[in-house]
């Protein structure tokens, strides 16, 4: 028996909408707000994402799932967005969970991908009540953009059978206020160089309790992944997952290896 | 736009989590349109197509619900396949039809209608096609990229290629003889090497065969029993023959649209004469892609799918 809620919520103007998990039993009054990953990989990834909130709360915990402007059922255009408006869409679900929810003591926050990167960015802005779960956060924002921007070639080349415009030029385009269409997705140049200027590198957080998943074919720590969590004080785990975010064959509907470094780590923390 | 998230339960008691998407003018079509997902991509479908398809319909006077099937998206159940190939298939089967006439006898209760037009991406199509087999209130299709064959993670995709896929892919591999990237996946066992093989066969036969033999034997022609969907032909006649409207849309660069041509009009070509125009529409937009990524493609797939919708669903609710 399930208790799922499909809401919206936010600011009348432009509705979020969310899915919100409360426990049946055992409720430890701590919950979490989930943020999703970027473009299409929040489509690949959605029943792992659906499968661990589900997991959470047979912990006990609380889960908002939400849907950012411009995606899923949620209001607005994806071509309007920038990492502020990503940022601030998970600061109105953390409220919207606080102030609904009035008997949860800690809110925390588990990210997903680039959903791992702004939820990283919001414990810098402000103190996070309850634990932070990061799944493989992007550090290097301008290779991510490059490597999304790669994905219109791969279409140029399979619809026109050659690439017409290179990356250069299709950051020319935007600079000239046009959209590069990627998968569907409109891309306008705020966007583009807001997530380009994601650097976690040098990220420091003083309060809060972390917890990094780095996600790889080995289970090798790579040093950007060693760095950041000395950088936050988190705990660092590795995990061998293949990279369902994206399409593969297998179909994924859950990820064990990632789902068990977080309930492990939680399960320490109590 | 009126949007209201909904729970309703499926025949098995699990919950199917959707939009009800409603017109807010004195508009209102007699028919309602369900929109069904396309493999594991929910009820939004990539890049939120169900959404852009979805705020235009719903403009145009139509009552719509975007929903979940069991084991995807928000939905409960779950789903067991490991492989993705073999999911698609379960689908391709009619996996999803219950939950689809779930949705309607939900619909036909919450909001009063009882015509129905199922639309859909490739899965949801096919869903689509094979769930108005067992209703006869769905009065309409309108599948985008609908499969005409069944995948599966043990068939053999190079074996059953199409001639328009295979002349397609010859020419990819012709244009990248001379990228040493390809090369070296050619050499670290990357390609699909079984592919290669059936293109070179298929040219070398050609050149073997004496132009009389290939002038009276059809060059094109495939092994169209290996990988299609048998369920595909009987549900699209049993549709035509009770006078409800299907519109088919492919993309031009999707090999669904020379799956469809090869392994079901030139089979069924004069059966489907007397149906064409009327009660079959088909069109294929140009160059798109499966997904219909680009705004121009979509706004070509939207444009027809208004016209055929004012041509056969335009009455308003009484």
């Known amino acids: 028996m399930l208790n799922e809620t499909p809401l919206y919520f936010g600011d009348d103007e432009e509705q979020l909408f969310g899915v919100l998990h409360i426990p049946v039993k055992n409720n ?77 003591e800690s809110v925390g926050l588990f ?42 070639l791969s279409t140029q080349l399979a619809v026109y059978g050659e690439v017409k415009e290179n990356r250069e030029q299709l950051v020319e385009n935007m600079n000239k206020g046009e959209y590069v269409n990627v998968e569907g997705y409109d891309l306008a140049i705020n966007q583009f160089n807001s997530i380009s200027a994601v650097n976690l590198k040098n990220t420091t957080i003083n309060k809060g309790r972390f917890l990094i998943v780095q996600v790889g074919r080995t289970e090798k720590p790579k040093k950007q992944s060693v760095d950041l969590s000395e950088s936050i004080n988190a705990q660092l785990e590795c995990v061998v997952e293949e990279p369902f975010w994206r399409e593969i064959k297998q179909f994924y509907y859950q990820a064990n290896n990632l789902s068990t470094a977080a309930v492990n780590w939680l399960g320490s923390e109590k | 736009m009126k949007k209201t998230p909904v729970t309703f339960k499926n025949k098995n008691g699990l919950t199917l989590h959707g939009i009800l998407e409603q017109p807010v003018n004195d508009l209102d079509k007699s028919t309602a349109i369900l929109f069904l997902s396309p493999g594991i991509k929910m009820r939004v479908a990539p890049h939120q197509l169900y959404n852009k398809m979805s705020r235009h319909f719903v403009g145009l006077g139509y009552t719509v619900l975007r929903f979940d099937f069991y084991g995807l998206g928000d939905s409960e159940g779950e789903v067991t396949e490991m492989m993705l190939a073999d999911l698609y298939r379960s689908i391709q089967e009619g996996r999803y039809v219950d939950d689809t006439l779930s949705a309607i006898e939900w619909l036909s209760k919450e909001v009063n209608k009882n015509k129905f037009l199922l639309t859909g991406l490739c899965g949801g199509a096919i869903t689509g096609l094979l769930s108005a087999e067992k209703d006869d209130r769905i009065n309409g299709l309108l599948g985008l990229g609908i499969p005409v064959i069944l995948d599966g993670s043990k068939v ?26 390809s090369w070296m996946r050619l050499l670290t066992f990357q390609s699909d090497y079984r592919i290669i093989f059936n293109i070179l066969k298929k040219n070398i036969r050609k050149r073997l ?110």
Not at chain 1, 42 to 60: D, I, P, Q
Not at chain 2, 156 to 181: C, E, S, W
């Open chain 2, 156 to 181: 053999d995709a190079a074996k059953n290629l199409t001639a328009g896929h295979m002349n397609r892919l010859q020419k990819g591999y012709v244009r990248k003889i001379f990228d040493p990237k």
């Open chain 1, 28 to 104: 430890l009054n701590c919950g979490f707000v989930f943020c999703h990953p970027f473009a299409e990989e929040k489509l690949w990834a959605h029943r792992v994402y659906v499968s661990f909130a589900r997991t959470l709360v047979e912990m006990g915990y609380t889960v908002l799932r939400f849907d950012h402007r411009g995606y899923g059922d949620s209001d607005g255009a994806f071509s309007e967005l920038n990492v502020q408006t990503y940022i601030s869409d998970i600061k109105v679900a953390i409220s919207y969970l606080h102030n609904s929810q009035q008997n949860l």
């Open chain 2, 209 to 318: 065969v004496s132009p009389e033999a290939t002038a009276s034997a059809d060059i094109n022609r495939v092994d169209i029993n290996d990988n299609t969907n048998p369920l595909f032909a009987p549900a699209v006649f049993k549709m035509l023959e009770r006078d409800a409207k299907i519109n088919f849309i492919f993309s031009g660069s999707d090999r669904l649209d020379w799956e469809y041509e090869e392994k079901f009009v030139s089979l069924y070509k004069n059966k489907l004469n007397q149906y064409e125009g009327e009660a079959l529409s088909v069109c294929t937009i140009d160059d798109a892609n499966h997904i219909l990524s680009l705004p121009k493609w979509q706004n070509e797939m939207i444009e027809i799918s208004t016209s055929w919708l004012s041509k056969n669903f335009n009455d308003n609710q009484v």
């Open chain 1, 111 to 152: 990210g997903y991908r680039l959903g791992a990167s702004f939820a990283l960015n919001v414990s810098q802005q402000q103190v996070v009540s309850g634990p932070v779960i990061l799944w493989d956060p992007i550090i290097d924002g301008d290779r991510y953009m490059q490597e999304f921007l790669r994905s219109h």
